[in-house]
């Protein structure tokens, strides 16, 4: 398995199913897995989710766990060599899953976090580079990087979760990067 989504679920059924339709249709040629967790969700994420996903792997928490909590717990779930965490609430507008897969190996062994290319209102945008942080609604990494670091901090519920787990990869000496190419609408 090439790579391994992790979306983290708490209250966006529509939203999910909106960024789940994008993996589908725009994910190809490469080998993935969508794995979801529901942090405790009230809104029937989990029945709508699963009749139209069958394919997707779901992880019900039982309590709202936070965000890298939650992650975590997809982690220990994922078969895939790479990781990508995207939040609920992103929308692919091309095969943003094999661009960051095809980066990381044409780089030689190079660790490192991804990121996307943000694309400003005024159509400017930002080239590859390297960066403090890369935002965590949609990351990429390398899971024996993600294991060596020892994941999220679970004492962190939400917010800032990422900029943690990147501070303990800057301190390893390695690379946070963003690159063009992958197309992802936020929606925050």
Avoid at 38 to 60: H, K, T
Avoid at 78 to 83: M, Q
Wanted: charged fraction near 25%; proline fraction near 2%; hydrophobic fraction near 45%.
């Amino acid at each position: 398995m090439d790579v391994s989504i992790i979306i983290v679920n708490y209250n966006t059924r529509q939203l999910l199913a909106n960024c789940l339709a994008s993996i589908f249709k725009e994910t190809r040629d490469v080998s993935y897995e969508v794995i979801v967790v529901d942090n405790a969700s009230s809104d029937g994420s989990r029945d709508f989710i699963c009749l139209l996903y069958p394919q997707v792997i779901w992880i019900n928490s039982g309590e709202n766990l936070g965000f890298g909590r939650a992650n975590n717990l997809g982690v220990k779930n994922a078969k895939g060599e790479y990781l990508f965490f995207l939040n609920s609430d992103t929308i692919l507008l091309n095969n943003a899953i094999k661009v960051f897969w095809e980066y990381v190996h044409m780089q030689n062994e190079i660790k490192y976090l991804l990121g996307r290319t943000v694309i400003h209102k005024d159509n400017l945008t930002i080239t590859e580079k390297d960066v403090d942080y890369v935002i965590g609604a949609d990351m990429f990494i390398k899971r024996d990087l993600f294991d060596q670091i020892q994941g999220f901090d679970d004492k962190i519920f939400m917010y800032y979760e990422e900029t943690d787990l990147q501070l303990r990869i800057a301190r390893l000496g390695l690379l946070r990067r963003i690159i063009p190419g992958p197309q992802i609408i936020h929606l925050e």
